[in-house]
C-alpha cells in the first residue's frame, strides 16, 4: 500500500503543475490573440478559432477533475476544488462572449482561479503527507 501511495503523489503533483502550466499558456494565448488581432490585425483565424477555446475548456476540466478531485478526496479541503471550480465557470462563460476583450478578461480570471486550485491541491499534498519523508 505504501508503494501505491508513492506512486499517486508523483502522478497528482505532474498532474498539478501540468494544470498550472496548461493555464499560464492560456493566459498567454489569450493576451497575444487581444494584442496581436486588434494592433497588428494579423491571426485572427488562427488565434480566435472557437475549437482552441472549447479544447482547452475540456482540457483544463478533465485535469482539474482528475488532481483536484483526486486531492479533495484524500485531504478533505475543499479551498482548491471550489477554487478551481469558480475558475473552470468563468472559462466556460467566456464561451459566451463575443471574442474581444470581455472575452480575454473571463478567461484569465479563470485561468488565474483553475492555477491557483491546481496551487491549493500542492500545497494541501504537502502539509497532508505525513507519511513521505521526501515531501
Do not use: Y
Given at each position: 500500500?505504501a508503494?501505491?501511495?508513492r506512486l ?5 503533483q505532474r498532474?498539478?503543475?501540468?494544470g498550472?502550466?496548461?493555464?499560464a499558456l492560456?493566459a498567454?494565448?489569450?493576451?497575444l490573440?487581444v494584442?496581436?488581432?486588434?494592433i ?6 488562427a488565434?480566435?478559432?472557437?475549437a482552441i ?11 482539474a477533475?482528475v488532481?483536484i478531485?483526486?486531492?479533495?478526496m ?6 482548491p476544488f471550489?477554487?478551481?471550480m469558480m475558475?473552470l465557470t468563468?472559462?466556460g462563460g467566456?464561451?459566451a462572449?463575443p471574442?474581444g476583450?470581455e472575452?480575454?478578461v473571463l478567461?484569465?480570471i ?5 492555477s491557483?486550485?491546481?496551487i491549493?491541491?500542492?500545497r494541501h499534498?504537502?502539509t497532508s ?7
Amino acid at each position: 500500500m505504501a508503494t501505491m501511495i508513492r506512486l499517486v503523489t508523483p502522478i497528482r503533483q505532474r498532474l498539478d503543475r501540468a494544470g498550472i502550466a496548461l493555464s499560464a499558456l492560456c493566459a498567454v494565448h489569450c493576451l497575444l490573440s487581444v494584442v496581436l488581432v486588434s494592433i497588428i490585425g494579423v491571426g485572427a483565424e488562427a488565434f480566435l478559432d472557437p475549437a482552441i477555446h472549447r479544447i482547452g475548456l475540456l482540457i483544463a476540466t478533465l485535469i482539474a477533475a482528475v488532481a483536484i478531485g483526486w486531492g479533495a478526496m484524500k485531504h478533505r479541503m475543499a479551498a482548491p476544488f471550489v477554487v478551481a471550480m469558480m475558475g473552470l465557470t468563468f472559462m466556460g462563460g467566456a464561451l459566451a462572449v463575443p471574442h474581444g476583450v470581455e472575452e480575454a478578461v473571463l478567461t484569465i480570471i479563470g485561468v488565474a482561479l483553475v492555477s491557483l486550485g491546481h496551487i491549493l491541491n500542492l500545497r494541501h499534498l504537502h502539509t497532508s503527507c505525513t507519511h513521505c519523508a521526501d515531501h
